[in-house]
């Protein structure tokens, strides 16, 4: 099955600075990535994802980005802010034979932003 | 409903005690999925419906994980027998279709077994 690596598991930066989160998956069948963000006591909460077809997504100070040769694909904030301190997954999709549709979730990043 | 609601949001049972998970997904969303997320770890699948049909049960770790969806809306979970290592939260997520979309969780309900 589907195996997502992530990296690091933990991560604390600068209010301001960036922060990059990266993860490794295994089936080159997968094409649907999902980055989720959980914080303390809620359920996790989609901020960002990609398909196979694209390379690059930007939405305001998030990006994620896609190399489906290497099998990897990486989590950009730019500008943190406290508020994006927070345990940030990856995960990943199979294609159409994963009639199941679930997604296999990487271990998880703790991003701590200082102020 | 506004999103995905689970109850209840905290339960601890004594080993060996059964337990109930429930999950009302966002209305009208045809698939629904339950994760287990040990301490500290990633949600990992357990298993599927769509409707009402359980498509895949795969990850269910043993024959004493149980779910359901008899009117392919509100899912239950239910754990026999509890053992401590059950110990974690149970998360359910729903998508309004069967292909991939963006899967919306609830709370999840954090199961202490003692």
């Known amino acids: 099955g589907e195996n997502v690596e992530q990296h690091p598991s933990t991560l604390s930066v600068q209010e301001g600075d960036s922060a990059v989160i990266k993860c490794t998956y295994s089936d080159s069948a997968s094409n649907y990535f999902p980055w989720y963000k959980q914080e303390l006591g809620k359920g996790p909460q989609l901020i960002i994802d990609?398909?196979?077809?694209?390379g690059e997504k930007k939405d305001q100070r998030i990006a994620v980005t896609l190399n489906k040769t290497a099998k990897h694909f990486s989590l950009h904030i730019t500008e943190t802010q406290p508020e994006d301190s927070a345990v940030y997954f990856c995960?990943?999709?199979?294609?159409?034979?994963?009639?199941?549709?679930?997604?296999?979730f990487g271990g998880g990043t703790r991003l701590m932003v200082k102020p | 409903g506004a999103g995905v609601s689970q109850s209840p949001r905290y339960k601890v049972a004594k080993r060996g005690q059964d337990v109930a998970l429930r999950c009302d997904p966002i209305s009208g969303h045809v698939s629904l999925f339950w994760y287990q997320q040990a301490l500290g770890q990633g949600p990992e699948f357990l298993t599927y419906?769509?409707?009402?049909?359980?498509?895949?049960k795969s990850g269910l770790p043993s024959d004493r994980f149980f779910a359901e969806r008899p009117e392919g809306s509100v899912s239950t979970l239910k754990i026999q027998r509890t053992q401590q290592e059950d110990s974690a939260v149970y998360l359910c997520?729903?998508?309004?279709?069967?292909?991939?979309?963006?899967?919306?969780f609830g709370p999840g309900t954090r199961l202490l077994v003692l």
């Open positions: 419906f769509q409707n009402e049909a359980q498509l895949d």
């Open positions: 990609i398909r196979s077809n694209v």
């Open positions: 997520a729903s998508i309004a279709g069967t292909r991939q979309e963006t899967q919306y």
């Open positions: 995960a990943s999709q199979g294609g159409p034979n994963n009639a199941g549709n679930m997604l296999t």
